[in-house]
């Protein structure tokens, strides 16, 4: 089946810096990718759409100048987490799906574990 | 809005005991409905999906049936496994997901 990997799996920095977090396809492209955020024992709540080529789409409460996001290829999408503070802190995750849409099977990344110092 | 509201855990179960992790919806029209796995250290996967009312999703033992009429998508199991222990999540289309149950199968 379709892989997504995320890189890293865990990162810790000070408060202040940024953090940039990988998502692939490994096997397939995806024009389309989702970032969530999980907090312990929570919902995973949809951040923004990640579209290759285009500007992301941020659901509504997410500072998309705090989440940088950037899909440059149909295999990676970026999300960076500028000027982080404590309250960042959170497991993130992405996905993408075969075919573009959000009605359709997702393949999810590990997640990356971030906290912020 | 669209919502799913899944069954709190944590769940511990004996080895062969029948499962049930309770999921129910709010949402306009007909969605698809999914549950999604996650084992430790992975990433989610899905473990079955139903795309409209009395669909039956099935995979691995696992069984759920979309019921318009309850608004709900429960998961069974008839027997479980120390391998079945992970976290599973409910969710709707348009990427709306339950808080998701964690289960435990103790040998």
Same mark, same amino acid.
Do not use: R, W
């Given at each position: 089946g379709a892989v997504v990997s995320q890189h890293p799996s865990r990162v810790i920095c000070k408060s202040g810096t940024s953090v940039k977090i990988e998502c692939r396809s490994l096997d397939f492209q995806a024009t389309t990718m989702f970032w969530y955020r999980q907090f312990p024992k929570q919902s995973l709540m949809l951040m923004a759409t990640s579209?290759?080529?285009?500007?992301?789409?941020?659901?509504?409460?997410? $500072?998309?100048?705090? *989440?940088? +996001?950037?899909? &440059?290829? =149909?295999?990676?999408?970026?999300?960076?987490?500028?000027?982080?503070?404590? $309250?960042?802190?959170? *497991?993130? +995750?992405?996905? &993408?799906? =075969?075919?573009?849409g959000i009605d359709n099977e997702q393949f999810f990344g590990p997640g990356t574990r971030l906290t912020v110092l | 809005g669209d919502s799913v509201t899944q069954m709190e855990g944590p769940v511990t179960l004996s080895e062969e005991a029948f499962l049930t992790i309770n999921c129910t919806y709010t949402a306009t029209g007909y969605p698809s409905l999914f549950w999604y796995v996650q084992y430790p250290g992975e990433g989610l996967q899905l473990l079955l999906k139903a795309t409209k009312a009395d669909d039956k999703g099935s995979n691995k033992g696992f069984e759920a049936t979309y019921r318009k009429e309850t608004t709900s998508f429960h998961l069974e199991?008839?027997?479980?496994?120390?391998?079945?222990?992970?976290?599973?999540?409910?969710?709707?289309?348009?990427?709306?997901?339950?808080?998701?149950?964690?289960?435990?199968?103790?040998?």
């Open positions: 579209n290759e080529g285009s500007k992301a789409t941020y659901e509504q409460g997410v $500072e998309k100048d705090k *989440f940088l +996001i950037n899909h &440059a290829s =149909l295999t990676l999408s970026t999300l960076t987490v500028t000027s982080a503070h404590p $309250e960042d802190s959170s *497991f993130y +995750i992405c996905s &993408a799906n =075969l075919y573009g | 199991k008839g027997s479980v496994q120390v391998s079945d222990s992970a976290v599973y999540f409910c969710a709707l289309e348009k990427l709306v997901f339950g808080k998701g149950t964690k289960l435990t199968v103790n040998p």
